[in-house]
C-alpha cells in the first residue's frame, strides 16, 4: 500500500513564478491536510481538505495561497507570484473516513520549494 | 504565546543514555497528545499518542501527560543512534488542527 505520494520533492522558482505542488494521499484516505516548515521551525498548519471541499483553511495565507482536492486526481497546493519567504518544506498528510478531527496523520516525504 | 513550546537543542547523548524530551503547551482543552518523530529529509511519523493524563509505554519509548502544569514528555530509554531524529510533540483538540511544537532534534553518538 502506497503512502503519501508528493511531487515534485525538489522545486525551484524565481520570485513572480508559480509554484504548483501535488499530494496524493493513502489508498481510501479522504482527507488531506497541508502543512508548512521553515528551516529549523515546527509544522505549521495550512489547510485541511476533503473531496471537493475545503474544511479549514485558517492557517493559508489570505493572498497568492490556493488550494484543492478535486473529485478525480491528486491535491494541489498553488503558490502564485512566489517570494523568497515562501522557501519551504511543504508536507502533506492524510487520515482515513470516518476519524473525524482526531488520529493519526500520515505523511509524505515533502515538496521543498526554494525561490530564488 | 506559541500553543506548544520546544527546546530545538540540538540534544546530543551517548548510546545508552536516557533521553528525555519534553514540551509544555497553552490550551488547557487539548486532550490529545502525539508525538512524531522526523529523519532529515523525510515525512513526520507518528511515535505514540496518548489522551488526556498519565502514562503510555511503547517498548523503549515513555510518553508522560502531565495536565495540571500542560507538561508533555517522552523518554527514550537505551538511547541507539538510529533514534537521531528531530521529535515534535503535538495537541490534537476534538475540532482543531493538530498543533506541532518546533521539535527537538536529537543525536545519539556511538
Known amino acids: 500500500n502506497a503512502g503519501v505520494m508528493q511531487n515534485p520533492r525538489h522545486l525551484v522558482r524565481r520570485r513572480g513564478q508559480e509554484a504548483r505542488l501535488r499530494c496524493s494521499p493513502m489508498k481510501g484516505h479522504s482527507h488531506v491536510y497541508w502543512y508548512r516548515q521553515l528551516p529549523e521551525e515546527g509544522l505549521k498548519f495550512m489547510v485541511y481538505?476533503?473531496?471537493?471541499?475545503?474544511?479549514?483553511e485558517s492557517g493559508m495565507p489570505k493572498e497568492r495561497f490556493s488550494a484543492e482536492f478535486p473529485k478525480e486526481g491528486p491535491s494541489i497546493l498553488r503558490i502564485q507570484q512566489v517570494v523568497r519567504g515562501d522557501s519551504a518544506a511543504y508536507f502533506c498528510?492524510?487520515?482515513?473516513?470516518?476519524?473525524?478531527?482526531?488520529?493519526?496523520?500520515?505523511f509524505g516525504e515533502g515538496s521543498r520549494l526554494t525561490v530564488l | 504565546q506559541k500553543e506548544v513550546e520546544q527546546d530545538p537543542g540540538p540534544l546530543s547523548v551517548p548510546e545508552g543514555a536516557i533521553v528525555s524530551l519534553n514540551c509544555t503547551y497553552s490550551?488547557?482543552?487539548?486532550?490529545?497528545f502525539m508525538w512524531y518523530r522526523q529523519y532529515s529529509r523525510k515525512g513526520p511519523e507518528l511515535l505514540m499518542y496518548t489522551y488526556s493524563s498519565g502514562n503510555k509505554e511503547d517498548g523503549r519509548f515513555t510518553a508522560q501527560v502531565d495536565k495540571s502544569s500542560k507538561y508533555i514528555s517522552l523518554f527514550i530509554r537505551d538511547s541507539q543512534p538510529s533514534d537521531s531524529a528531530t521529535y515534535l510533540c503535538?495537541?490534537?483538540?476534538?475540532?482543531?488542527?493538530?498543533?506541532f511544537g518546533g521539535g527537538t532534534r536529537l543525536m545519539v553518538k556511538p
Open positions: 503535538a495537541t490534537y483538540n476534538a475540532g482543531n488542527m493538530l498543533t
Open positions: 481538505l476533503q473531496k471537493e471541499n475545503i474544511i479549514d
Open positions: 490550551n488547557s482543552a487539548f486532550q490529545y
Open positions: 498528510a492524510s487520515s482515513p473516513p470516518g476519524q473525524g478531527a482526531v488520529g493519526e496523520l500520515f
